[in-house]
């Protein structure tokens, strides 16, 4: 079963056409993989499923399970478990980073949170990313390093436990080291009840996931899709013979 479906979408940024007529299907329990060249228009794809009104479609279809999810705004996007993780996640004074997990998670669930479960939960997860327990209480992102900030969203991927899990270049700028923990909660996150797509361009981040499709996105349209051995031809011989 399909959790999302994209038809001859076509998008706008500052009236400049970045996709073009583009297709693409993701299913439930699995995940995908998109590779592209700088400015091929992977992060518009991600905003435009999510909302972002600086991301203008001009024609063409998204559905979530089925529901059209052009006429919802970003928020019903999100209530309805559609994540996205941003390649430079931004900084939130005066919102810490366990009240914004907890509203968030309270929104989606329409049920309020108990907090000691919700504390132990957090503190197990936070261990498993080596994120220090004081940074619960301290506001979103403030004064964090890049590594620290990617290390957050993956936080509340696994604490939100979306449906859909948007993932634009999680591992930007990490170490080895850091890249290994980002996997190692992606993996831990997925189940067969949702799904995630990885926008990424270090295939490290990809070696202990089991990668059911790729998608490879040039120009604004879908050039070439395949299985995982798709990462390895990318990898070899680049993207010049895929246009």
């Known amino acids: 079963m399909n959790i999302l479906e994209i038809k001859s979408l076509s998008v706008q940024v500052e009236d400049k056409e970045i996709l073009h007529d583009l297709s ?42 089925g529901e059209d999810l052009l006429k919802l705004p970003t928020f019903e996007r999100a209530r309805r478990g559609i994540f996205l ?21 309270q929104m989606i669930s329409g049920e309020k949170i108990k907090i000691v479960p919700f504390r132990k939960k957090l503190r197990s997860m936070m261990e498993e990313l080596k994120i220090e327990p004081s940074y619960a209480s301290r506001y979103l992102n403030v004064g964090f390093s890049g590594g620290e900030k990617k290390r957050s ?12 899990a948007l993932l634009d270049e999680t591992d930007s700028g990490l170490d080895v080291d850091a890249v290994q923990i980002v996997s190692n909660g992606i993996a831990k996150f997925h189940n067969d009840q949702n799904s995630c797509v990885i926008i990424t ?10 990668i059911d499709r790729v998608h490879v996105l040039l ?14 031809e990318v990898n ?6 895929l246009h």
């Not at 999510?50 to 001009?58: A, C, E, S, V």
């Not at 969203?153 to 859909?164: S, T």
């Open 153 to 164: 969203e993956i936080l509340q991927l696994m604490m939100l436990e979306p449906k859909l």
């Open 219 to 232: 120009d604004g349209k879908i050039v070439k899709e395949g299985d995982s051995s798709l990462i390895d």
């Open 236 to 241: 070899s011989h680049g993207f010049e013979n």
């Open 24 to 65: 693409l299907t993701i299913e439930r329990g699995k995940i995908h993989v998109i590779l592209g060249s700088n400015g091929a228009g992977k992060s518009t794809l991600m905003n435009a499923i999510m909302g972002h009104p600086k991301y203008k479609i001009t024609s063409g279809e998204i559905l979530y399970e």
């Open 85 to 105: 993780s941003f390649q430079a996640p931004e900084e939130i004074p005066g919102v810490t980073v366990e009240n914004m997990i907890r509203t968030a998670k």
């Open 201 to 210: 361009h270090n295939s490290k981040i990809l070696e202990h996931l089991k």
